[in-house]
């Protein structure tokens, strides 16, 4: 069915930029992607979040804003986002409603913990996730800069359903269509999908793969435990995920990070559900 409606531009704002929707993916009823056109003067490191948001209902009404990873690397043209679906979230019940050409609000300032400024060197980068957790991680695995750093980069999503494997095929492909890091992803990349709530080839929650070591071994190399010597860890994604794994890192030495000390790993809590 050809769609009629006009775009839908904002009121403009003092704090908020207006930035124009380029495309929207939708992966299911609980899951789509969106893009943006980044503005000139925007900065962002690779796994910061930003403030995106759509005007509050009602005249005079504050805009509703809410926190979203950037799933961009810091170089790239356009701001991917991938969002939720709460179906009745302040911002989302309509954010998903979205088209190419309408305006959202985004914040001017990012900022953000997943950033590899906050970790010390080392040779493993692990990033753990669930759900919507996988979107700073995106922007990281597309940096070339991560690949410089780390020997290698392992991304484990976790999800409840298997459509909830969001980018599966670009990252089962080791980004191979990705210009500026195919060369070092096919090698340095390892992307391991689990799905707790389905029929999988991997079913295990994330604190089960590290502590059966499933996560270990071909492709990953080294180690078939976490060592604080070697690796570094990034988490995000639902806090009882953040809450078991960090306190299992602790447990094996390893220290949390921030952007005024860099540790051996670090979190972003970014739902409580
Ligand atoms: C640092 C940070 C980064 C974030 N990055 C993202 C992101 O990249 N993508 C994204 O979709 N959301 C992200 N969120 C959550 C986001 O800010 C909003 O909560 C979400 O967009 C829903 O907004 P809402 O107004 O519709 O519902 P809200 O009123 O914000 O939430 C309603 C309910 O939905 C649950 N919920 C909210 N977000 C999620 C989610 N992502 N997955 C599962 N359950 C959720 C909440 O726990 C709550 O119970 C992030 C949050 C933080 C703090």
Same mark, same amino acid.
Do not use: K
């Given at each position: 069915m050809t769609d009629l409606r006009s775009p839908k531009t904002l009121p403009e704002t003092k704090a908020f930029a207006n930035v124009k929707? *380029? @495309?929207?993916?939708? @992966?299911?009823d609980r899951l789509f992607s969106f893009a943006v056109e980044r503005p000139a003067s925007f900065r962002f490191r690779s796994g910061e979040f930003v403030m995106i948001g759509l005007p509050g209902d009602g005249e005079g009404a504050k805009p509703i804003?809410?926190?979203?990873s950037i799933a961009s690397p810091h170089y790239a043209e356009e701001l991917e986002f991938l969002s939720i679906k709460v179906e009745d979230g302040p911002l989302t019940s309509k954010l998903q409603l979205i088209e190419p050409g309408d305006e959202v609000y985004m914040g001017k300032k990012p900022t953000g913990t997943l950033v590899t400024d906050a970790l010390v060197g080392g040779k493993r980068l692990f990033f753990f996730s669930? %759900?919507? %957790? *996988?979107?700073?991680?995106?922007? *990281?695995?597309?940096?070339?800069?991560?690949?410089?750093m780390f020997? +290698?980069?392992?991304?484990?999503h976790s999800?409840?359903?298997?459509? !909830?494997?969001?980018?599966?095929?670009?990252?089962?492909?080791?980004?191979?269509? !990705?210009?500026?890091?195919? !060369?070092?992803?096919?090698? +340095?990349f390892h992307y391991?999908?689990?799905?707790? =709530?389905?029929?999988? =080839?991997?079913t295990g929650?994330?604190?089960?793969?590290?502590e059966s070591a499933a996560l270990f071994g071909d492709p990953v190399q080294g180690a078939k435990r976490l060592n604080p010597e070697t690796d570094r860890i990034m988490l995000c994604g639902s806090m009882a995920m953040i809450r078991e794994t960090a306190a299992m890192l602790d447990g094996l030495g390893f220290e949390e990070g921030s952007n005024a000390k860099a540790g051996t790993y670090v979190?972003?809590?970014a739902f409580v559900d």
């Open positions: 929707v *380029l @495309w929207v993916r939708h @992966w299911n804003m809410r926190a979203y669930t %759900g919507t %957790g *996988l979107a700073p991680f995106l922007s *990281l695995a597309r940096d070339p800069d991560v690949y410089s020997d +290698q980069v392992i991304l484990v999800v409840r359903q298997v459509s !909830d494997l969001a980018y599966h095929d670009e990252l089962q492909a080791r980004l191979a269509e !990705d210009p500026l890091v195919s !060369d070092e992803a096919a090698t +340095q391991v999908p689990t799905v707790t =709530r389905e029929p999988f =080839r991997t929650r994330i604190g089960d793969l590290i979190i972003e809590r």
